[in-house]
């Protein structure tokens, strides 16, 4: 797999105490890596080209373009790439939301807190790739699969529940649990579950970050409940 990341930071030294610990990750999970670096704002958006970067790390404190007006701009030319601010402060949080920021990478920069924002920036990567494009009565339309927190099957009809709202579709359970990764979870053959959700197991039931709880069937408990702990412990954040 290659992923193409660009370091955004005044600092030639942090630009290469940076590059060292994404270049020990990467030789790690064998990834290939193609690092590039900006000293400023400017200059990172004097480079960008479209598609030119899977992820960049923005230093937010710069001189002349701050880190939060670069993200602004790069944003207007690039909504894919992801985000990951790289503070001393967290003040900033609000902001990140509204540009859609994947991450902040605290200052002092640690490497196992650079494999904790490459280990979530590889599984949202690989949740992407997932997504669901499906018939609905308004037409095609894409079911990002982060956004899923769980389906159900009521006859010919799967109700697939995401943050926002519930989308009917005349597809099988079968076939839409075929097109998903190992995130989510057959726990029940009218139920089906996004672990990015689940807060913990409750006797046969999923319980979700909500409140709202699914069920576990019985011949699938043991199997469910050893699938979330793995995925739990790969996925801890």
């Keep these: 797999m290659t992923v193409s990341v660009l370091i955004c930071d ?20 064998d990834l290939e890596l193609r690092l590039e670096t900006a000293d400023d704002g400017g200059q990172l958006l004097a480079m960008w080209k479209p598609e030119r970067w899977d992820l960049v790390f923005l230093d937010i404190f710069m001189p002349n373009l701050d880190g939060i007006e670069t993200a602004r701009r790069l944003r207007k030319l690039d909504e894919k790439c992801e985000l990951v601010f790289v503070t001393s402060s967290r003040e900033h949080g609000l902001e990140g939301h509204e540009l859609h920021a994947m991450d902040y990478l605290p200052k002092p920069i640690f490497q196992q807190d650079v494999d904790a924002v490459m280990d979530w920036f590889l599984f949202q990567r690989e949740q992407k790739r997932s997504d669901l494009h499906i018939r609905t009565q308004a037409g095609t339309e894409t079911v990002r699969a982060r956004d899923i927190r769980y389906m159900e099957s009521r006859g010919h009809v799967c109700l697939i529940h995401t943050v926002e709202q519930v989308i009917p579709v005349h597809r099988s359970m079968d076939e839409l649990t075929s097109m998903l990764d190992n995130a989510f979870c057959r ?51």
């Design 10 to 29: 005044d600092l030639t030294e942090a630009q290469a105490k940076l590059r060292r610990y994404l270049r020990s990750y990467a030789e790690m999970h």
């Design 187 to 237: 726990c029940h053959k009218s139920y089906l579950v996004n672990f990015l959700y689940v807060a913990g197991i409750n006797g046969n039931g999923f319980v979700l970050d909500n409140g709202e709880r699914v069920a576990i069937s019985a011949p699938n408990l043991s199997r469910s409940k050893s699938s979330y702990l793995i995925w739990k412990t790969e996925h801890n954040r």
